[in-house]
């Protein structure tokens, strides 16, 4: 099967793209009255990395496709959604126009990009022995949770000094960097990202990984602020709850 070219990693604000093709349409085989769309080019964030899908509209002009969800399927981004209307479909090879929901993606880049800063303010805090283990960067309630590897102190501690320090962090405002870095020079690399590909690696203030989540550019375009509501510790793990505002 064809790979889908992800497209979506090269620009977050990237929310209109003219001119993939399609490549297959078929059913979905758990939701009845829905239809997955396969392209050869998408600017759709699959869910997955703790990340929410992006939702949106795929036309040829005539039909419209809503996208409800997009998920990754070993190479592919599977589009799974309804057809406008419901008994029209896209024919193989047509030309389509991506648009991605901006407010959404938006949302799930800020979340997603806060993660990563808090992962910059526990090490700058001096939680050096905390490793990351999970992202969960949905509007619900979003978190990120840490192997303490037994480092500890009092919770009303840890959430006030991280809140100054991403305060900090916020009004430096640095940019992220990111680099393609080829395959057998990265180790760690989540098995959702592509064998043998170059790996798009992300950089916080020097806190660096294998990622293919939507990132802003800068700490500032993730919001004004970023509150940690809570730190707590259970068995081996930290979950540092978040909001953005
Ligand atoms: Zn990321």
Known sequence: MTRTEHAYLNDTFLFEHNGS?????????????????????????PQGGGQP???????????????????????????????EPEDSTFEENAIVHQTVDKDSRLQNASLHSAGHLIDFAVKLIGFDKWTSSKGYHFPQSPYVEYNHNGQYTKESEIVETLNVELDKLLKKNENVKVEMVPYDKWTEIPSYLPAGEPVRTINYGGICGACSGTHVNTFGQIGSKITIKSAKKKGAVVRVSYKVE
């Open 53 to 83: 899908s992006d939702v949106g509209i795929i036309s040829d002009g005539q039909t419209t496709f809503k996208v409800l969800k997009a998920i990754k399927s070993g190479e592919q981004v599977q589009h799974l959604g309804t057809f």
């Open 21 to 45: 093709k399609v490549v297959n349409v078929s059913r979905s085989e758990n939701e009845p009255k829905q239809s997955v769309v396969l392209l050869n080019s998408t600017i759709f964030h």
